[in-house]
């Protein structure tokens, strides 16, 4: 499963919406069906300005169900920690 993440900055000119790296991260954390974690915070590579990806890898054995997803980034001043997001699900 490859997750992309899309940095946009829309506080330094309202109105307009820009690809923005942070200063810090982004990274992500993963979460099983049960909410526990299946993916520590982990850094994830920078594909172009504003563009992050990371791979997760499951096993045949993995849980079946829905898996979450939380993002952090910081811009030196500010951090910012999104809500838990449906990253996919494995089914039966």
């Known amino acids: 499963m490859v997750v992309t993440l899309y940095v946009i900055n829309n506080t330094t000119t309202p109105g307009h919406r820009y690809p923005h790296n942070p200063a810090v ?4 954390q993963v979460f099983k069906p ?3 974690e299946f993916l520590a915070s982990t850094t994830m590579p ?5 563009i992050f990806t990371y791979v997760i890898h499951t ?11 939380i993002f952090t980034a910081s811009n030196d001043i500010v951090e910012m ?9 494995i089914l039966p």
């Open 59 to 69: 096993e045949s054995n993995s849980p079946i169900g829905p898996y979450s997803g």
């Open 34 to 36: 049960d909410n526990t």
């Open 25 to 28: 991260g982004p990274a992500i």
């Open 81 to 89: 920690i999104s809500r838990k997001y449906h990253l996919f699900t």
């Open 46 to 50: 920078q594909v172009e300005t504003g």
